[in-house]
Every structure is written in structure tokens, then in C-alpha cells.
């Protein structure tokens, strides 16, 4: 019972029915989009290529580990449950490896376990931060972003409090 | 600073690669992420396609301004700096829609046409404007309503009920999300005084 099942048909069927009843040219209108689809892709090849390099790099050398051990004792004195903590660091830098860390906790502490309500609640309610400012200001050259991962972050880490306490009280 | 940031992830991880002496895995990474590049790129090819022309039909049918005119009185709110009948507010509001559903793939073709926009509008082509850094905010801080992946994931683990965290993860996603709005207000504000007007 997958609802994206239902919803995706359902969005395709309005926006292709809703063009007919207005006469639009619905195919030719398509082609144009598609042709747009494939120069948008070819200008973002360039920052993902860069961004996919740069994160890879800093993710496989296992300096978060370190990152995790050096926070460990101040997650300790906030009694922030520290299985979370890999997910937290993770999550706003890459999205599939925060995914695998997810899988690992609801199979280690159990999907039915606060840990792994906590963590999916997380994964969930918040995206990879860096990857969509990478990508959305590399597509239109952007280079000074201003207070932009400031604010990125400090949602971040908002999201994972709120998520600790939400949990908290509705289970 | 996004040149600080990006070098930044490369200086640290190869230097602590080389006093951890794991040089030989980052070796291989250096290689590796070129293919796994291409490989994204081949998966976010065929939906960039499917939904710009998707939105395309949408465009030309008016659709799409219908669309931007009933969240029009957030969206208008939240983007003072964009004009009433500008498309980016239907671009945005179409990333915001994808986003809610846990179609994060099919958001990210209407985002990343909402800042082709956006830039329109913007006077210094180099420096994020206001309203790109509020976008990315609703972006990163994402409201999504229903988590697909993470009920998916879910499910694969042998959860009693999968969908039992929908209600904790909608008040953490529009709670985080306001205050995330509620950050970028004032960091705006902070910003102009301390930069803008010296």
C-alpha cells in the first residue's frame, strides 16, 4: 500500500486531462519540457560531479567518526540518546548514506523502539541540507549564499530536537 | 564561500585519510565518484525529463497559475521580493506541493526551474538573493507529509504498523519548518543591518 502509487497517476491524469479540456497541444507541450528536462540535466552535471567528489571524500576518510566520538561526551551531559548521533551528523550532508544508517538502527534497536521511531521521524521530516544547497545555487552560479547553510543547519538541528521530544510524548 | 566549503570537505577528509593511513580507499574513491556521478545523473535524467514536460503541459493550460493563486497567500507572505504574477510563485508553490507528498524526486525539477526564476529577478547575479535563501530553507527544512522512503523502510523491517510515526513526523516537520522560516526572518534582518546599510 504504497500511496505514491495513487498519487502519481492521479497528478498525471489532472495535468493531462485539464490540458486537453483547455485545447492545448498537450504532446508538442510535452516535447518542449522534455527537450528543457535535458539541458537542465547537462547544466547540473557539473555540480553534482564536483559535489559527489568532495563529499565522498570527506564521508569515506571516517573523520564523522571522530566528529562523533569528540560530541559523544556533550550528548552524554544532554542525555541525547546517542545512538541517534550518526544520523543527526549524517543526515544534512548525504541522503542514501543517512537512508543506511536508518536501516542499521531499526535492525539493531528495533523499528518499534523509541531509538527507531526517533530516527525514522528525522530522516523523515528534514532533507540533505548541503547536496540541495549545492545543487539549487550551482544550477544558476550562484557563489556567495549569504546566511544560507546558517539557517540550513540550525533547522537541522532544530528538526532533531523537536523530533526527540514529539516522540517523547506521543508514544 | 561555497569554494571554502567545498574545499573544505576535500582538505579534511584527505588529510585525516592520510594520518588514519587510509589513502588507499580515498584513492579509490577519487575514481569511483566520477562513475557514481554518471550513474546520478542517469537516474535524474529520465524524471527531470517526465516532470518538466509535465509541467510544461501544465503551464501552457494555466494550470499551473491556478495553482500558484490558491497558496498564493502564504507563498506571496513568504517571497515579498516576487512579483504577484511572476511564474517562480507557481514553481514554488509546485516544489512545495511534490515536497508534501514524499515525491522528493519530483520536486527537485520544479526547484531547480524556481531558481532559474528567481535569478531572473535577481540584481547581483553572484550573491543569493532573500528570496532563493527562504526557497532553500522550505527545501532543506522540507515539509513532507507523507515520508514514502522512510514508511518503505519501514515496512522492509517488519514494523507492527509502518505508518504509526505519520503523526509525530508531521508536527516535527511543520514545527522545524517554522522555525526555520522564523530563523531565516531574522537572520535576514540581522544580515541587512549589519551588511547592507554600512
Keep these: ?171 | 564561500m561555497v569554494n571554502y566549503i567545498w574545499a573544505f570537505f576535500i582538505i579534511t577528509g584527505i588529510v585525516y585519510a592520510f594520518f588514519t593511513g587510509k589513502t588507499d580507499v580515498i584513492n579509490s574513491e577519487i575514481i569511483s565518484s566520477a562513475s557514481t556521478s554518471i550513474n546520478m545523473i542517469l537516474t535524474i535524467l529520465p524524471i527531470m525529463c517526465l516532470w518538466l514536460g509535465l509541467m510544461n503541459i501544465a503551464k501552457e493550460s494555466g494550470l499551473l497559475k491556478i495553482m500558484s493563486n490558491n497558496i498564493s497567500p502564504i507563498v506571496k507572505k513568504l517571497f515579498p521580493e516576487i512579483p504577484k504574477d511572476h511564474e517562480a510563485l507557481g514553481l514554488i508553490s509546485s516544489n512545495i506541493i511534490m515536497n508534501m507528498l514524499g515525491l522528493g524526486n519530483a520536486a527537485t525539477p520544479f526547484g531547480l526551474k524556481a531558481m532559474k526564476s528567481m535569478q531572473e529577478l535577481n540584481k547581483n547575479k553572484d550573491v543569493a538573493s532573500r528570496s532563493m535563501i527562504t526557497f532553500l530553507v522550505i527545501n532543506t527544512a522540507s515539509v513532507t507529509i507523507i515520508p514514502t522512503t522512510v514508511i518503505s523502510f519501514r515496512v522492509i523491517n517488519g514494523a507492527t504498523n509502518p505508518t504509526d510515526i505519520l503523526l509525530s513526523s508531521i508536527i516535527t516537520t511543520i514545527l522545524s519548518c517554522l522555525i526555520g522560516l522564523i530563523l531565516d526572518r531574522l537572520l535576514y534582518l540581522l544580515w541587512r543591518r549589519n551588511y547592507e546599510y554600512r
Excluded at chain 1, 492521479?10 to 519540457?33: E, R, S
Excluded at chain 1, 571524500?57 to 541525547?80: A, D, M, Q, T
Design chain 1, 1 to 171: 500500500m504504497n500511496i505514491a502509487n495513487i498519487i502519481l497517476p492521479f497528478i498525471v491524469l489532472i495535468i493531462v486531462g485539464y490540458g486537453i479540456y483547455k485545447q492545448v497541444a498537450v504532446f508538442d507541450a510535452f516535447l518542449d519540457g522534455v527537450k528543457e528536462g535535458l539541458t537542465m540535466t547537462i547544466q547540473i552535471f557539473p555540480t553534482i560531479i564536483a559535489m559527489i567528489i568532495s563529499v565522498n571524500i570527506f564521508l569515506k576518510s571516517n573523520i564523522l567518526e571522530l566528529v562523533i566520538n569528540f560530541l559523544n561526551p556533550l550528548f552524554n551531559f544532554l542525555k541525547f540518546p546517542k545512538e541517534i548521533l550518526p544520523l543527526a551528523v549524517l543526515r544534512p550532508i548525504s541522503g542514501s548514506s543517512s537512508l543506511i544508517i536508518l536501516d542499521n538502527i531499526l535492525k539493531t534497536y528495533g523499528v518499534d523502539s523509541f531509538i527507531g521511531r526517533v530516527a525514522s521521524v528525522i530522516q523523515g521530516s528534514t532533507d540533505t541540507t548541503i547536496y540541495i544547497l549545492g545543487l539549487y545555487y550551482g544550477s544558476i552560479g550562484i557563489k556567495k549564499i549569504k546566511y544560507s547553510l546558517l539557517v540550513g543547519l540550525m533547522a537541522d538541528i532544530s528538526c532533531i530536537i523537536i523530533a526527540l521530544i514529539v516522540v517523547n510524548i506521543l508514544f
